[in-house]
Structures are given as structure tokens and as C-alpha cells.
């Protein structure tokens, strides 16, 4: 549960200090990329983890982790570059992945399928209260120190935890047998994993989707993905058993927990861009904002894992309301605007958070129930892994609605005046190609500036430009949310195909 804390705290900060990071030093293009970096080295390193841990035990994979997080947070906090803080992001979810995979296992060791979910709903109970604290702390860091020290907060809570990991924490290991680590599946997992989620994370942003680049990384990923099947299906233990993805729980699952994923992590990255830059909130304001969505996640969260427990099972039932929930509140989202009020936004984030709370639980206990126990590691890695990959996906997707809808709303709306001065060229093209450069304060000065030169009514027509700015991005930000409720609407589909078997009441 600390480690939960300290990893879900990480998130939610930096989600919330997202915005500045990138007035800071720019690079408004790379804004999903600070949280694209760690989504996939989580990734990658959540999979390969999970059968590690259940050839080798837990424990020091999960100090391994906490300790290379503490070393990440401490570089992330010394970055001057966009490019350095998306670099040590990346080895922040390297180790993320580590202690992720463990934290969701552990209570499988501890607890047979019947009793996992009230657990399951503790630990993602605590994800939620760490979140509620994290977007208000990183607002309130960002706006009294700065940015820089939303990563160094890590430090000295990273220290305590890995302190208390190696005094008092069980070294769990399900067997003492002789294994042989699958070195050639284990790579070839990697440059399977890698290029795809980088084309899906570049596809649309810094690529076009048919571009030489984006088809050769998904070419070569699915090249890899050919040459892992073979590998696996002669390897004595392989890092995922191929008999997994025959399992009707198993694949049903994961295709859910991906498309939840996807609605899920567009809630936190552009819930505080709006605040911010639509609604024209404070980082602190915009952090203490989400308080709301989190408290309704942990509600959900804490009921539905209770629930799970003490009445038979019934994971596709409460999958299916938690899904239609979080859908309700993402159309609610989709039709905010500049005109919308606080009040009404904290309401639509909160129906959204309990959504998102009642599903937590419910997947991770579906697929390790369908598995024997020698396998909770690998498959619940697997179901963490589903969760990146869907965010993945996500913000690709998002991240390319947000820029084309914002780019056709500004200069559809962008006054006559602006188009009548004669601006130097960059600034031209940036102004119609790429209008969220504006969104940095530091293109925000050298326009007022150009504009003040170039006319008498500058700062009127500086004015006017940043109100357009502001209305297309309120119609970007809420067409990505669309998006997301259509995603959603298509996970509740696939839960009703889930297949119900009852929870066992021991570890075999």
C-alpha cells in the first residue's frame, strides 16, 4: 500500500503540473509525451516482471524498482530540457512497471480469489486517496516553489518505504525449484512492445499515421510479435504462456481493462489542461478541482471490491455498470465549453471517478481466479499491462483529435484583423498549422510583442487571438472526451461477454 501510494501520488501530481512543465520549456506538441514515456517503460517493464517474479519471489524486484524510482524522480527534478524530462520520466516507468507488478500480485499471495477483491479495493482505495492528494499538492508545489520539486517530494518517501520493505516485508517465492529465464522470448517481448507503443504515442503528432516511420515500427512490432509466438511455443517457461489468450476470462478481460484504460487516462491528462487553460485555474485550484473525481473513485472503488466479495462474484454485472457510469460521464464532459461553470465540471468529474472506481477491482480479480496460482504473477502482469496499452492508445488517439480539431476551430474563428497583418513567416505558420505553440507563455510574449509593433491595436488584437485560442481548445478538449465516451460504450459491449466462474476459496 505505500508503494501504491508513492507511485499513484508520482501521477497525479505531475498530471497536474503537466501544464507548466510545458509553458516552462515548451514543446506543446510533447505534451502527452511526458506521460507517454512513462506509460510505455511501465509497460514494457510490468510484463517481463510478472514471470520474474514468480520464478524468483517478489521482495527485491519490488526494492529493485522503488530504489531506481527514487534515482528517476531526482533527475526528473534536475531537467531544464523537455527532452531530459520525458528521457527520466521513461526510467521512472521502468521502475513503476517493477513495483506495479508486485503490488497487485502480492495480495494473491496473501489472500485466495474469494477474499482478493475487498483487498484489491483497499489497494485501489489508496491509489484514489493518493490522488486526491496529489493533484492538490502538485498544484500548491508548482505555484509556491515550482515544478521541479513535485519529482524531489518522491525522494525521502521513496527511502522511507524501501527502509520498511526490507525490514518487515515477506520474501514471497511460490517455489524452490531450479528455472531458466526465457532470455530470447524476454527480448524479443521488448522490440515487440517498444516500437509499437512509440508509433502509437508518434503516429499523428509527430508523423503522419502512413508515414515511412510510423508503418515501419508497427511493421517491425508485429514481425517481433510473430517471432515471440514461435519462441514461446517451444520455450519450457515462457514469460506469457500462449494458453492464456485462449482463456474466454482472459481475453475478454483484457480488451475491457484496455478500452477503460483509454477513457480513463484521457480523464487525467486533460481534465487539468481544461482547468487550466480553458477555465483559466490556478495549477492549485485546478488540482483541488479533482479532489472530487478521485474521492468518487475511491467510493467506487472500496463498494465495488466489497461487493465482489460478499455477493458471489458478479464481476460482469458490476463491470457493466461501473463502464455504463464512466460513458454517462465522459458525455457529460464532452459538453462543457468556456461557459461552463466550476460546479458543474466538479459534478461530471466526480460521476466519472466512481465509474472509474467500481472496474478498478474487478479485472485483475477475474484473470487470477481463471489461472492456477504458479501463474498469478504472469497474469497479472499481463492485466497491468492492459492498462498502459490502453493508455497508450489513448492518448495517441486523443492527442491527435485535440491538435487537428483545435487547428480547424482557430482559424475558422481567428479574427480578419490578425490575418490582415503581415507577421513574420514562422509565426505565420505556427499561428495557422500550430496554434497551441501559444499555449506557452513564452510565444504568448513574442506575439503580444510582434503584434504591439505592428499595429496600434495590438494588445486588443493579442487579446482576441488568446479568447479564440481559448474557445478551440474548449471544442478540442471536449471532442477528445467524445471520443472517449464512443471507446467506452464499445468496452461495455465486450464485459457482457465475459464469462462468470465462481471466486475460489483457496490458492491451487
Avoid at 519529482?151 to 520498511?164: C, D, S
Wanted: hydrophobic content about 55%; aromatic content about 10%; some cysteine.
Amino acid at each position: 500500500m505505500l508503494t501504491m501510494f508513492l507511485a499513484s501520488l508520482d501521477q497525479t501530481v505531475v498530471g497536474t503540473a503537466t501544464p507548466r512543465i510545458v509553458t516552462d520549456l515548451g514543446g506543446f506538441s510533447q505534451y502527452t509525451w511526458i506521460t507517454s514515456a512513462y506509460i510505455i517503460a511501465s509497460a514494457i517493464s510490468v510484463l517481463v516482471t510478472g514471470k520474474l517474479t514468480d520464478m524468483y519471489g517478489r521482495k527485491y524486484f519490488f526494492v529493485a524498482g522503488i530504489g531506481l524510482f527514487i534515482l528517476a524522480s531526482l533527475f526528473c527534478g534536475l531537467s531544464n530540457t523537455i527532452t531530459h524530462i520525458i528521457i527520466f520520466r521513461g526510467v521512472q516507468g521502468l521502475a513503476a512497471g517493477m513495483m506495479m507488478a508486485n503490488s497487485f500480485t502480492i495480495i494473491g499471495d496473501l489472500f485466495p480469489p474469494s477474499e482478493r477483491a475487498k483487498y484489491q479495493g483497499f489497494m485501489s482505495g489508496i491509489f484514489g486517496i493518493s490522488s486526491v492528494i496529489g493533484p492538490a499538492l502538485g498544484g500548491f508545489i508548482t505555484d509556491a516553489l515550482s515544478w521541479h520539486w513535485i519529482f524531489f517530494i518522491n525522494i525521502p518517501l521513496g527511502i522511507v518505504i524501501v527502509t520498511v520493505i526490507m525490514l518487515f516485508f515477506p520474501n514471497f517465492r511460490p517455489d524452490n525449484l531450479k528455472h531458466s529465464v526465457d532470455y530470447a522470448g524476454l527480448t524479443v517481448l521488448v522490440f515487440a512492445v517498444l516500437p509499437a507503443m512509440l508509433s502509437l504515442s508518434q503516429g499523428g503528432v509527430e508523423y503522419p499515421w502512413m508515414s515511412i516511420q510510423i508503418m515501419g515500427m508497427l511493421g517491425f512490432s508485429l514481425l517481433m510479435l510473430a517471432v515471440f509466438v514461435l519462441i514461446e511455443r517451444k520455450s519450457k517457461e515462457p514469460i506469457i504462456p500462449l494458453w492464456f489468450f485462449k482463456n474466454r476470462i482472459l481475453g475478454v478481460s483484457f480488451i475491457v481493462m484496455v478500452l477503460t484504460a483509454f477513457g480513463m487516462f484521457g480523464t487525467i491528462i486533460f481534465i487539468p489542461l481544461f482547468f487550466q487553460n480553458v477555465m483559466g485555474a490556478s495549477p492549485t485550484a485546478s488540482g483541488t478541482m479533482l479532489s472530487p473525481m478521485m474521492l468518487g473513485a475511491v467510493a467506487g472503488s472500496i463498494i465495488s471490491g466489497q461487493l465482489l466479495s460478499r455477493a458471489g462474484g458478479h464481476y460482469r454485472l458490476q463491470g457493466a455498470l461501473g463502464i455504463l457510469i464512466i460513458t454517462i460521464g465522459m458525455v457529460l464532459l464532452s459538453s462543457m465549453s468556456v461557459a461552463t461553470g466550476f460546479t458543474r465540471a466538479i459534478v461530471f468529474i466526480t460521476i466519472t471517478g466512481f465509474g472509474l472506481g467500481i472496474t478498478m477491482p474487478l479485472y485483475t480479480i477475474a484473470v487470477q481466479n481463471a489461472v492456477p496460482y504458479k501463474y498469478l504473477g504472469a497474469v497479472t502482469s499481463l492485466a497491468s499491462f492492459s492498462r498502459p496499452l490502453g493508455g497508450s492508445i489513448g492518448l495517441a488517439v486523443m492527442g491527435a483529435v485535440m491538435n487537428r480539431r483545435l487547428a480547424a476551430e482557430f482559424n475558422a474563428n481567428i479574427p480578419s484583423a490578425i490575418k490582415s497583418i503581415n507577421l513574420p513567416e514562422q509565426l505565420a505558420l505556427l499561428l495557422r498549422d500550430k496554434p497551441q505553440s501559444f499555449i506557452n507563455a513564452g510565444m504568448q510574449a513574442q506575439l503580444k510583442n510582434i503584434l504591439g509593433q505592428l499595429s496600434p491595436q495590438g494588445a486588443d488584437l493579442f487579446n482576441q487571438v488568446l479568447e479564440t485560442l481559448r474557445h478551440a481548445l474548449s471544442s478540442a478538449i471536449s471532442e477528445v472526451f467524445l471520443v472517449a465516451a464512443v471507446v467506452l460504450a464499445a468496452a461495455f459491449v465486450a464485459n457482457l461477454f465475459i464469462k462468470e466462474i465462481p471466486l475460489r476459496k483457496k490458492n491451487v
